[in-house]
């Protein structure tokens, strides 16, 4: 096994950390406060194509392999402060993996392109009011009719609902079926008539992310945008889960990176007692874990990303990945503030925003819980 970035990944790794650095840090501060989704930041992104890296060459991609992708994300979560518009992206890629692999010939063709270029962007809704960890208990509904279907229900808390032209929308097409067969996913436009998206909802963190409901009264959706067959969405989605759950991790493990070297630095220069606060135990050991957390989740993440790079199911090693990395981030936060002392909890000091960011990650892409349930049933359970 080698673990090692290649020439090539380093390179792509240096140009990403001093974009990030140079255009999507200024002014984050504000952003965050305002919590608007920056659109200018996002064509910038699309300018540095970063949507383009794990797509073929023919619909406008670069033709990376997934490796490469998670290497570049892993990147952007360490260099680039706007958590919420790194996982707007994620989201984009997810949607994009999800076309490629179960697309029809002129989804991939004609519509990919739009993605892979960042010219639309995207969403995928799964969650609804009352389900959430218990995804196929959705009610959003898809009744057949001539040449097409007709799409009713509610989706809540998706990532770039407010602002998505496209999204993938998860229903039930047949309540007798449910999940075996019973769930089916479609492509849906701003525009169609009936479908209609909410507001962003205010939230603790990822602030510049956008996140709402996407409604659907009498929807009619053609044949032409179903995505894979009828009956194949919870393929679709268990496929789409592991893809998310290694790119989002490498984001979060480089927002970890990022906390751990900021950490031993304060440490360094900080003093109380005539002498650096590193050089206490009760800080240096905080400092420790966080540091043999980012290790062991670097093995977990690339060792996922490998197996789905080989198109490999990978249940197992994409949960670990997730599960280990969010909590192994929240901790190390949660740490960074108590290592500041007072300023720790001050905006201008940007920990205070680290730790309300990395909250949502132990909940969104199946909660810390629903991760240790699949594991717990692969382990024998
Ligand atoms: C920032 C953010 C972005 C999101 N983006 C999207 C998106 O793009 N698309 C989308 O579809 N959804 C999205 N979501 C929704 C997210 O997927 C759900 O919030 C998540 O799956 C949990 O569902 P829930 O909120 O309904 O909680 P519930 O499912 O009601 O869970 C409540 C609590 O009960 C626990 N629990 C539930 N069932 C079990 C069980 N069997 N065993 C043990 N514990 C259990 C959970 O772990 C949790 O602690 C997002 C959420 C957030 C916060």
Not at 125 to 154: C, H, R, V, W
Not at 222 to 232: A, L, T
Not at 292 to 311: F, I, P
Request: glycine fraction near 10%.
């Amino acid at each position: 096994m080698n673990f090692a970035f290649t020439e090539e990944q380093k390179e792509i790794r240096k140009t990403i950390i001093d974009f990030a650095r140079r255009d999507l840090n200024p002014g984050i501060v504000e952003r965050d406060r305002l919590g608007v989704f920056p659109r200018e930041l996002w064509k910038k992104c699309a300018e540095m194509r970063i949507f383009a890296i794990p797509f073929p060459e023919s619909l406008g991609g670069d033709g990376f392999d997934f490796v490469t992708a998670v290497a570049a994300f892993h990147a952007l979560g360490y260099a680039c402060k706007d958590s919420g518009l790194v996982h707007s992206m994620a989201t984009q890629i997810i949607c994009g993996i999800q076309l490629q692999l179960f697309g029809n010939k002129e989804q991939v063709s004609q519509i990919l392109p739009d993605l892979v270029s960042g010219k639309l962007i995207y969403a995928q809704a799964i969650t609804e009011p009352g389900s959430g960890s218990d995804a196929f208990a959705m009610q959003t509904f898809a009744s057949k009719t001539d040449g097409g279907y007709i799409l009713n229900g509610t989706k809540t808390m998706i990532s770039n609902g407010p602002v998505a032209d496209r999204a993938l929308v998860f229903a039930v097409t047949d309540r007798a079926k449910k999940t075996l067969g019973g769930i089916s996913c479609f492509l849906v436009s701003k525009g169609d008539a009936g479908f209609s998206a909410g507001k962003p909802m205010e939230k603790m963190g990822l602030r510049t992310l956008t996140n709402g409901e996407l409604s659907f009264s009498d929807c009619y959706i053609p044949e032409s945008s179903i995505v894979g067959r009828e009956g194949q969405g919870a393929i679709l989605f268990g496929e789409a889960m592991e893809w998310e759950r290694t790119l989002i991790p490498a984001c979060l493990l480089g927002e970890l990176e990022r906390v751990l070297e900021e950490c031993v630095q304060y440490a360094k220069d900080r003093k109380a007692f005539g002498q650096p606060i590193g050089d206490f135990q009760a800080i240096s050991h905080k400092i420790a874990m966080m540091k043999v957390n980012a290790e062991l989740g670097r093995l977990a993440l690339y060792n996922a990303a490998y197996l789905k790079s080989q198109r490999k199911r990978a249940a197992l090693e994409t949960s670990t990945a997730k599960l280990f990395i969010s909590e192994s981030l929240k901790q190390a936060c949660m740490d960074a503030v108590q290592i500041r002392g007072g300023y720790g909890y001050m905006v201008e000091y940007e920990v205070e925003r680290d730790l309300r960011d990395s909250i949502a990650s132990t909940i969104y892409s199946g909660t810390s819980e629903m991760q240790a349930n699949i594991i717990a049933r692969i382990a024998g359970l």
